[in-house]
């Protein structure tokens, strides 16, 4: 590289990388093959619209690429392509979920011209829900109105009978379930009853699970859901991007108008309603990625990123740290540091950490007496660790280490 000054740069940030135990939950490290597709000459093209119908000539290899990565995400999560389609054009997460709201239920007028905005049900950030999950400072809250949830307070699990309440009470138009900072394992199956006793789409956000749900190690939404979105660099361990999947046919609208008309206009909010030319270097890294996720050193990985967790979480909690929910099912664990005062506050414990080489990121607990800029809790995820080969019992000195940190 020529650009010496940033040529500086990534190589600082390699080192750093390579210096760092790395516990942020939603990073991991992609393969050669990878940042090979992502640094290709398919960065050069503009190719607007979907293959067979791009705005630009000279797609022929484009529409090729887009097509092996449709199909790769299909094959992964064991799609049909009768059944499902696959959007691979959102640049990332927060586009993607976007998309979807602006597909199934777009802001309407009333008849003064103001905005009608429709209801999206769910997770408050507070307690693992994503900003795109109609929080108030998000787009998706501002042109959408949140029908919020939460966890039970005692078990800080999801209570499935208060959700179906507030669903019921509040008709939304599309219930989202799958977060960014909850432990245990989703009943997709109990999300699809409510969002049929209300009338809802089911929209699940498989962002941070994704990778776990390819290994196996955790249910897939696919039986239940209308519409799956989906990063693709977390447990996945892709490149930066996101995708969304979506049901040729939702069951509550088999036979009403629209029945079908899903991933058209899934298609449509992508391009044009959101983005313009696809990043198709980065379509082609998720490509690579996805057929990396069907090997069986995946399911392997996704087995130990599992138990990596369980081993963090469980030496944590002998040392007698709190952790919220009890535990975890996942790749993901969220420490309550401040314990009523008898702590230290998330954003010291991850200041504390980082001094140590151990990144982490400060998060909220569910029912925080604390402020998100100082909350009571960090959030720990084995992903990035995993890649590196760790396993439990260096998990268990990680927590050691971790420990010793925070009681100094
Ligand atoms: N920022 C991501 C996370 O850390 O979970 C979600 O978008």
């Not at 109105?145 to 309440?165: A, F, N, R, S």
């Not at 008898?342 to 151990?358: H, M, V």
């Not at 604390?370 to 080969?389: F, K, W, Y």
Request: one cysteine or more; a positive charge; proline letters at 6%.
């Amino acid at each position: 590289m020529k650009d010496t000054q940033i040529k500086k740069l990534i190589e600082a940030e390699r080192k750093r990388q390579k210096r760092v135990i790395n516990l942020i939950a939603s990073e991991n490290y992609v393969s050669k093959d990878v940042l090979e597709a992502l640094g290709s000459e398919l960065t050069n093209k503009y190719a607007e619209g979907y293959p067979g119908a791009r705005y630009y000539g000279g797609n022929e290899v484009m529409d090729k690429v887009e097509r092996l990565a449709q199909e790769r995400a299909l094959e992964l999560f064991k799609l049909s392509p009768d059944e499902w389609a696959v959007n691979v054009q959102p640049l990332s997460g927060s586009p993607a979920n976007l998309a979807v709201y602006l597909a199934l239920c777009p802001p309407s007028r009333n008849p003064d011209s103001s905005f009608q905005p429709a209801r999206v049900m769910g997770m408050t950030l507070a307690h693992g829900g994503h900003l795109t999950h109609g929080h108030k400072v998000s787009a998706t809250g501002k042109f959408w109105t949140q029908v919020p949830y939460g966890v039970d307070e005692k078990t800080e699990v999801l209570d499935y009978e208060k959700i179906k309440e507030i669903a019921t009470r509040e008709k939304p138009a599309i219930i989202v379930a799958g977060y960014t900072a909850y432990p245990r394992i989703i009943d997709f199956k109990k999300f699809r009853e409510i969002a049929d006793f209300c009338g809802a789409y089911l929209m699940v956000d498989m962002s941070h699970f994704a990778g776990l749900v390819a290994g196996g190690v955790y249910p897939s939404p696919f039986e239940y859901a209308d519409v799956v979105t989906t990063t693709t660099h977390k447990t996945l361990r892709g490149p930066r991007a996101a995708m969304i999947f979506s049901r040729r046919d939702p069951p509550n609208m088999i036979g009403r108008a629209g029945a079908r008309e899903l991933p058209k206009k899934i298609d449509k909010a992508v391009f044009p309603g959101l983005q313009g030319g696809p990043h198709l270097n980065q379509i082609a890294a998720v490509a690579v990625a996805l057929a990396e996720a069907a090997r069986p050193e995946f399911k392997k990985y996704t087995k130990q990123v599992v138990k990596n967790a369980a081993a963090l979480a469980g030496e944590l909690a002998r040392l007698g740290w709190r952790i919220v929910s009890g535990g975890t099912d996942t790749h993901l664990l969220l420490v309550d540091v401040w314990m009523n005062g008898k702590g230290i506050g998330g954003k010291e414990a991850s200041e504390r950490l980082e001094k140590a080489g151990i990144i982490v990121n400060k998060n909220t607990i569910p029912f925080d007496t604390r402020s998100p800029v100082d909350p009571s809790g960090i959030r720990l995820g084995t992903p990035a660790e995993t890649t590196r080969g760790k396993q439990e019992k260096d998990f268990t000195e990680i927590a050691k280490k971790i420990n010793e940190v925070l009681r100094k």
